[in-house]
């Protein structure tokens, strides 16, 4: 009789494990400038901190900075816009708009272009003073690890609840078509990895559209804009693709883990019905042996 091969969860994780550093590696040899590629922008992403600029320089920045600070003046212009515009709003009528209405609409865009033009004369100000350090500071390159940070985080975000929610939804209808927990967990993982996919993919998208008007607000000149860009860019593409295989290396494993417990369970579950005793327990008929007699 052939004799069964018995793989623990842990052993199965171990081997998925093995075998998929083992692809990766052969993968990474066959394409070696991806791999550099990748392997300099996680560097970049790392310990990229921008040049260090001298304390006399740093003070007169964050001085400069403090002075061009205009978030008084926009509050409270965008408070004002703020409420023409709600009383415009309960003015109108359905198909009308009478004196007191017109009055209130050009009041409206009056604030609105009173509180552009004061958001453009803030970002002209600080436009300024950031081109005495340049984009390639510590205060540039700080600016931009926040800019990213708060877009991967918000990619972050948007996977998660949306995961949260298929998980609901997934476990309401899984009532219906009698599935096991495996299979709902297996489904919500493959939805949990599309969603991180997705809401990551779409945070480095939004990156990349703020990442101009960032540098530019540095007035680099165009070779040091690009080279900065390309640098950014880089950096950030390395950390989502580093963060999104280390979920699908996690999860593979883990799938490998949830199979050879399921596999196990089965096993046992066989053992049982075949065992006699645990027949005669769950109500089983006896089986009826006949003696042969010479």
């Given amino acids: ?62 001085t400069d900075m403090a002075r061009a600070d205009m978030s008084d003046e926009i509050r409270r212009a965008a408070r004002r816009f703020t409420q023409l515009d709600e009383e415009y709003y309960y003015s109108r009528g359905w198909f009308s708009c009478d004196k007191q209405c017109q009055r209130l609409k050009v009041a409206v865009e009056d604030a609105r272009r009173h509180l552009e033009f004061v958001q453009r004369e803030e970002a002209a100000k600080m436009s300024d003073v950031k081109a005495t350090v340049g984009i390639f500071s510590e ?28 998980l609901l939804f997934i476990g309401l209808s899984s009532t219906s078509r009698d599935e096991n927990t495996i299979s709902i967990l297996l489904r919500w993982l493959v939805q949990l990895l599309f969603n991180f996919t997705i809401g990551l993919v779409g945070a480095l998208i939004a990156f990349a559209w703020k990442l101009w008007s960032l540098v530019a ?32 290396f996690c999860a593979a494993s883990g799938v490998a883990a949830v199979s050879a417990a399921a596999m196990a369970q089965a096993r046992i579950e066989g053992d049982r019905a075949r065992d006699p005793r645990y027949r005669v327990q769950q109500g089983y008929p006896r089986q009826q042996y006949r003696r042969r007699y010479d």
């Fill in 1 to 62: 009789m052939p004799t069964e091969i018995v793989v623990s969860p842990g052993e199965a994780a171990g081997a998925a494990v093995a075998v998929l550093a083992k692809k990766v590696a052969s993968t990474a040899k066959e394409n070696p400038k991806i791999t550099g590629l990748w392997g300099t922008g996680l560097l970049l992403t790392l310990f990229a901190t921008g040049f260090r600029v001298s304390q006399e320089v740093a003070a007169t920045y964050e």
């Fill in 139 to 166: 205060f540039g390159v700080a600016e931009t690890r926040e800019q990213f940070w708060s877009s991967f985080a918000g990619g972050q975000s948007f996977a998660k609840r949306q995961s949260m929610w298929d």
């Fill in 217 to 248: 607000s540095y007035q680099p000149d165009p070779a040091t804009a690009i080279t900065f860009a390309v640098c950014a860019l880089l950096a950030a593409t390395s950390m989502v693709a580093t963060y999104l295989f280390a979920l699908y």
